[in-house]
């Protein structure tokens, strides 16, 4: 069956430092990958989305790669700070609407 | 632009009752869709809307119906609620379904069935 594997423990790490997360997926061809940040009480905001043909995307401090053969895709934060602190989702597209992964929360400390 | 309107955002129900979710969107947007979301999950499809009067089922779509008789509102109805159904539920939107394109959230219903 076609799942999505996130890191369900919390990322900590120091303000100022690069936050990498990591979606897995096995069972999936998708076209595209999409990330998504959720706060607290709030529902999840888009950040970014990465074609299949296409290695790596950035804007501002954020930046996705999209290994196919790997079946992966790396979220890079860089030169944290603590108002980034939120819960990240990745999604794929999915035969009928998009499907989440569960998340990866981060801390980051100031 | 209010966006995507969810209401109520919490609700307790007791085991048995029914009670119909909210969503409205003003974005003339055709894909509607319902998530929930349990405790360290990720968010689960219950239905979605291609346009009004056309929806289909999702993941987990037992317990819940749906209808959508405009663009604007994808209500949720919960007939018989029971403590499984205890979640958070999200309604989303966007103009195509095609995965490139991203969607847009409501703030979410806290649903609790005792």
């Known amino acids: 069956s076609q799942k999505i594997e996130q890191n369900s423990e919390a990322l900590n790490i120091q303000e100022g430092k690069t936050a990498t997360l990591t979606c897995n997926y096995t069972n999936y061809s998708p076209a595209y990958l999409q990330w998504y940040r959720q706060d607290p009480g709030r529902g999840p905001v888009f950040l970014l989305l990465?074609?299949?043909?296409?290695k790596e995307k950035r804007k501002e401090r954020l930046k996705v790669t999209f290994d196919t053969t790997l079946k992966q895709s790396l979220f890079h934060i860089t030169a944290s700070q603590p108002a980034d602190s939120a819960t990240y989702l990745c999604?794929?597209?999915?035969?009928?609407?998009?499907?989440f992964g569960s998340g990866t929360r981060l801390q980051v400390q100031p | 632009n209010a966006g995507v309107t969810q209401t109520p955002k919490f609700r307790i129900l007791k085991i048995g009752q029914s009670m119909t979710l909210q969503c409205a969107q003003d974005?003339?947007?055709?894909?509607m869709y319902w998530y929930r979301q349990d405790p360290g999950m990720g968010l689960k499809l219950i239905y979605y809307s291609v346009g009004a009067g056309i929806t289909d089922k999702g993941e987990v779509p037992n317990g819940y119906n749906v209808s959508r008789s405009t663009t604007e509102d994808f209500p949720l109805r919960l007939e018989l609620a029971a403590p499984s159904q205890t979640s958070v539920y999200f309604c989303?939107?966007?103009?195509?379904?095609?995965?490139?394109?991203?969607?847009?959230f409501g703030s979410g219903t806290q649903l609790s069935v005792l």
């Open positions: 999604a794929l597209a999915g035969r009928r609407a998009l499907t």
């Open positions: 989303a939107s966007s103009y195509r379904g095609r995965g490139d394109e991203k969607l847009f």
């Open positions: 974005m003339n947007h055709n894909y």
């Open positions: 990465i074609r299949e043909n296409e």
